[in-house]
């Protein structure tokens, strides 16, 4: 049988009672406390593993942005005894620094500092989770919209222990969901522009292009962006003045340049720049835009020689058959009157003739440049023409100790050309080769399918074309030859011209040059 004991006064009684109520609830205090610190510890484990991930994450798209909501946890004093990094940071604080503060600490007015406080203390009272909105003035100038949800933490027994609050800036959410949308639609034009675009930042370091910027100049832009400008410019063989004088660089410099051309490497471009500046209008890097017209230049030089070979064919069809008249007349009798005088004057009549007869070439080179139409065409072999041509270039050959080469590719389609001016111009681009060999040398034809295209390269190892005279060639009545017409190349150009074919002059691969002629299949050879 059990006997209480009872104590010898009613005084030691109560108080007994109260010191084990008291021990009861230290003990329930101690458990709470140890449940919230294991909470603590866990989160703060979950809050490195996410800054970890969020890591990984920026590395693998550096424009992912991602806000944390801001946690914390208040106890029953209304004291934080737990601050995320991303919360303590948003305060000015660590979150070392932030435990044991108070809302009021933290700039919260009284007002808002009493609402929250009213609804923590109902979490605490009423175990329940509460979800609201403030709008704190930081700063005595700037307002800011949060939106933060109250949840209880328990211990064992269900007891709440400690209020957990999550704050998150709508107004920053908002905007950065913005951002994101307007980012996305910005890099969707550059991407999709017609034009070719390059972003650098002040440090001179490239922040975004598109396809066509880097097509441009294949190999010389990486994939990943953050490439130093200069490294690319010496990579494409630009020296230090160079790169310094470039558009990019006089944006940096604030400078604005609107739609100028520049012969950049091969290519001829319309180039835009300006400089990117902040609310303050510092400047925070550059914008470069640029349009190949490479091919709109070439046009229009094209163009531009058609236009003077149909100007010398409407003087030429006046005038050439008035000229020529005479010219039959003053040849025959010259060639009548010479076996009539004395020997010593035949020299002085041989030179007339030859001069009447240099005469006669240049008309009929102003003919053959001022015609419209060819003559008549069929279908035909680019290689049996090239084989009948190269006896006839023979002998100039021996005699100048020039070897000609042969590369013509088997197998080609026919084509459907004038037998005789495809003779014509082939001879005048071979003689013109020899003449700029001047001696020992080689003279090459090749030929050769590309596509839909048949081409024919004729190429010298003489002493080549220089740069600045190289878009003037084909003009007519333009020559480098002492003795020239100028008008040989014209005629090559008119001869193509009147066949839907191009020709252009490149550098050969050794030395010299090389003319290259572009003939377009027709579609019933090509079916």
């Known amino acids: ?98 435990e044991g503060k108070k809302l009021s600490d933290l700039g919260f007015s009284s007002q808002v500092a009493e609402a929250v406080t009213t609804n923590i203390k109902t979490v605490f009272d009423k175990d329940v989770s509460l979800r609201d909105k403030i709008i704190i003035c930081r700063n005595n100038q700037d307002l800011y919209n949060y939106e933060y949800v109250l949840n209880p933490l328990h211990a064992g027994e269900g007891d709440v222990g400690a209020v957990i609050c999550t704050i998150w800036n709508t107004m920053q959410v908002a905007i950065h969901s913005e951002l994101i949308k307007y980012t996305r639609w910005f890099k969707e034009f550059i991407k999709y522009s017609p034009f070719g675009v390059v972003l650098i930042d002040r440090e001179e370091n490239i922040l975004l292009y598109n396809e066509l910027a880097a097509k441009l100049y294949p190999g010389s832009i990486p994939g990943p962006t953050g490439l130093s400008l200069k490294e690319i410019f010496f990579r494409l063989g630009f020296n230090a003045e160079e790169y310094y004088n470039s558009v990019f660089l006089k944006a940096l410099r604030g400078q604005k340049i609107f739609a100028e051309h520049r012969k950049v490497l091969d290519y001829n471009l319309l180039l835009t720049c300006f400089p990117l500046k902040d609310n ?6 550059a914008a470069v835009i640029f349009q190949d017209i490479t091919e709109i230049i070439a046009y229009q030089n094209k163009i531009y020689r058609l236009d003077k070979l149909d100007l010398i064919g409407q003087l030429s069809a006046g005038i050439v058959h008035e000229i020529r008249n005479p010219l039959a007349v003053i040849s025959g009798y010259m060639q009548f009157l010479r076996p009539k005088v004395n020997p010593g004057m035949q020299s002085q009549f041989d030179l007339i003739l030859r001069e009447l007869g240099r005469v006669e070439t240049i008309l009929n080179g102003f003919l053959s440049v001022a015609k419209d139409k060819s003559a008549e065409k069929s279908f035909c072999n680019l290689n049996n023409i090239l084989n009948e041509i190269i006896p006839l270039l023979h002998a100039e050959a021996v005699k100048q100790s020039i070897e000609i080469q042969l590369n013509l590719e088997e197998g080609l389609p026919e084509l459907f050309l004038s037998s005789t001016e495809i003779k014509q111009m082939v001879l005048n681009l071979a003689r013109n080769g020899m003449d700029a060999i001047g001696g020992q040398g080689i003279l090459a034809f090749s030929t050769r399918r590309e596509g839909d295209e048949i081409i024919l390269s004729i190429a010298d190892t ?66």
């Open 1 to 98: 049988m059990f006997t209480y004991v009872f104590p010898r006064g009613k005084e030691e009684f109560v108080e007994r009672c109260q010191n084990m109520n008291n021990n009861v609830k230290r003990c329930k205090e101690v458990k709470l406390l140890d449940t919230i610190k294991d909470y603590i510890q866990r989160l703060r484990r979950t809050e490195k593993q996410l800054e970890k991930i969020l890591v990984i994450r920026q590395n693998l798209e550096p424009d992912f942005k991602m806000q944390i909501p801001f946690s914390y946890i208040c106890n029953r004093d209304m004291k934080i005894v737990y601050a995320s990094t991303a919360g303590a940071k948003h305060w000015g604080y660590t979150p070392f620094e932030m």
């Open 280 to 285: 303050d209008g510092q400047i925070l890097g």
């Open 462 to 527: 003489g002493c080549g074309i220089s740069e600045h005279v190289k878009d003037k060639i084909f003009a007519p009545f333009f020559t480098t030859k002492e003795n020239g017409t100028g008008l040989g190349l014209a005629v090559c150009a008119s001869i193509a011209a009147r066949h839907s074919a191009t020709i252009e002059v490149q550098p050969a691969v050794e030395k010299g040059s090389q003319f290259i002629i572009k003939f377009k299949l027709e579609e019933e050879k090509t079916a």
